[in-house]
């Protein structure tokens, strides 16, 4: 990954504008301040714990501590690190953060902002990482997706969560049940959160899986929802999709660092690891699109299918009552043609010769029968009876 310095601005953030610069500790004991609360809200830092060869020495009441205690010794020979951790902080306290811990202003417009995809950067000795952590929710079948912020310094390590994933509680307390992982340094804490995230998608997949297997079963049923189910879950898989996608990116970015910048032979290989893990899971968030497209395109098929099978019965349907439309105008006018006779000859006129012919009644009868027997033979040959 390229080194991108940070630029010299003439005015300083927009997000930072209220704050001063203060004189940064020099004295040896840190002056007690309280956590960083907010009554009736989650408290924005979340911990904050100084190490020393990988084992907790104290936790420190506020981030000027805990940067107080990075300069107690200079070499930094006892292998200090110092974490801090906070949810959803205001404006003001990632300005605090950066003016203690030097932090490039670029990266701290983007963790004030948030929303961001996920990268890597490095602004000379500081690394800036964001990542995007998911959760399935079983309840309403739907992934949920958390950002989180890293700063990694050579004795320090910030990260800030936007949501509840991940669980950086779990990362921590692994960390330090293995102290010498953890006096590898930041690159230890970057290694174990970027594994708890992308361990963080196996379950995500599994449920992404189990939904795949539900839509199919309900696609060769017939389920006439089916269709907005395969499009919504598609949006899912997508998003997963651009949340994983530059895993593979970042873990490239740190592995071309490895001689550079000398990590640890045993963090390299765990990188290389994970980065084996996220290959794995872009396989199958492709394998789950490329299933979805077959999917959809035989819900299309079947679809179609059913639409014909129906359109065929309707004509069907058409033709028989057709046939009986038919024969019942056929025998209508062969009935018709009697009572068009009869009624001829039951207008009471004065002047109609064949009332007195003699031969007027057999012949009204030979008419008649005549007309009908030549409709019914035109009819019948015309297959309309």
């Known amino acids: ?64 501590e805990s940067r107080t205690w990075l300069r107690l010794t ?20 990632v300005g605090e953060l950066a003016e203690l811990f ?4 670029l990266a701290v417009e983007d963790a ?7 990268k890597f950067e490095r602004y000379g000795d500081t690394l800036f990482v964001v990542l995007k952590a998911a959760r399935y929710l079983d309840a309403r079948e739907e992934v949920e997706f958390g950002e989180l912020h890293l700063f990694l310094g050579r004795d320090f390590v910030i990260t800030i969560r936007h949501a509840e994933s991940p669980d950086l509680a779990r990362v921590r307390r692994r960390l330090e049940s293995d102290p010498e992982l953890l006096a590898k340094g930041s690159e230890s804490v970057l290694y174990a959160i970027l594994d708890a995230v992308v361990d963080g998608y196996l379950p995500v997949l599994a449920g992404l899986d189990k939904d795949i297997d539900e839509i199919e079963l309900e696609v060769f049923r017939g389920d006439p929802k089916v269709s907005r189910r395969i499009y919504e879950l598609s949006q899912e898989v997508l998003d997963v999709q651009r ?16 001689e550079k910048y000398g990590v640890d032979e045993d963090l390299r290989a765990n990188l290389r690891d994970v980065a084996d ?3 794995g899971i872009n396989e199958r968030v492709d394998a789950f699109r490329s299933q979805l497209r077959d999917i959809l395109t ?3 098929t079947l679809v179609a299918q059913r639409q014909n099978e129906e359109m065929k019965t309707l004509s069907e349907t058409s033709i028989a ?29 004065d002047h109609m010769p064949e009332l007195t012919w003699v031969f007027g009644y057999p012949f009204a009868l030979a008419l008649m029968f005549g007309i009908s027997l030549a409709l019914y033979v035109i009819f019948k040959r015309r297959d309309w009876i």
């Open 1 to 64: 990954m390229a080194d991108r310095r940070r630029p010299q601005l003439t005015a300083p953030l927009t997000a930072l504008s209220t704050l001063t610069r203060r004189p940064r500790p020099t004295g040896l004991a840190p002056e007690p301040v309280t956590r960083l609360e907010l009554p009736g809200r989650a408290p924005k830092m979340v911990d904050n714990a100084v190490y020393s060869n990988g084992r907790r020495v104290d936790t420190p009441g506020s981030p000027e």
């Open 74 to 93: 200079d070499g930094f020979t006892e292998n200090r690190l110092a974490w801090l951790g906070l949810y959803r902080p205001e404006p003001h306290q």
């Open 321 to 349: 009552q057709g046939e009986e439309v038919k024969k019942i105008s056929a025998w209508a006018a062969i009935l018709f043609a009697p009572s068009l006779v009869g009624g001829v000859y039951g207008m009471n006129f």
């Open 277 to 279: 893990h996220v290959t």
């Open 298 to 300: 035989v819900n299309a």
């Open 102 to 105: 030097d932090l490039p202003e």
């Open 112 to 118: 004030i902002h948030a929303h961001q995809r996920p």
């Open 243 to 258: 949340a994983t996608a530059p895993l593979a990116g970042i873990c490239a970015a740190i592995t071309a660092g490895f």
